[in-house]
Nanobody, 122 residues
């Protein structure tokens, strides 16, 4: 069983940066694939970035490549999403998710956080 809690969402101007955190409970976090998803108003939830348990492999959706970086610190049971050069179209609720053996883009993910709001003003 894993509980995920996101933090770090805020209002930021276009071009700015934010770092989201995903704090996980439970010793098994280091065994889980972790990912970030986002959902903008009126749109479907979409995959943003994913990272394998040992951090050796990451994957990003095309629209954030070169701007966002996913990472994790298994000793701290925490995952991160560093977001740079933010754009208004990045505005969304961001969710972290975790599961053993998931396809990074398609899951399925059994554990989800409650989400954190990111708003990018132009």
């Amino acid at each position: 069983q894993v509980t995920l809690v996101e933090s770090g969402g805020s209002v930021v101007q276009a071009g700015g940066s934010l770092r989201l955190s995903c704090a996980a409970s439970g010793r098994a976090f280091k065994s889980y694939t972790m990912a970030w998803f986002r959902q903008a108003p009126g749109k479907e939830r979409e995959f943003v970035a994913g990272i394998r348990p040992n951090g050796a492999y990451t994957e990003y959706t095309d629209s954030v490549k070169g701007r966002f970086t996913i990472s994790r610190d298994n000793a701290k049971n925490t995952g991160y999403l560093q977001m740079n050069t933010l754009k208004p179209e990045d505005t969304a609720v961001y969710y972290c998710a975790a599961q053993v053996g998931s396809s990074m883009r398609f899951g399925p993910y059994g554990y989800w956080g409650q989400g954190t709001q990111v708003t990018v003003s132009s």
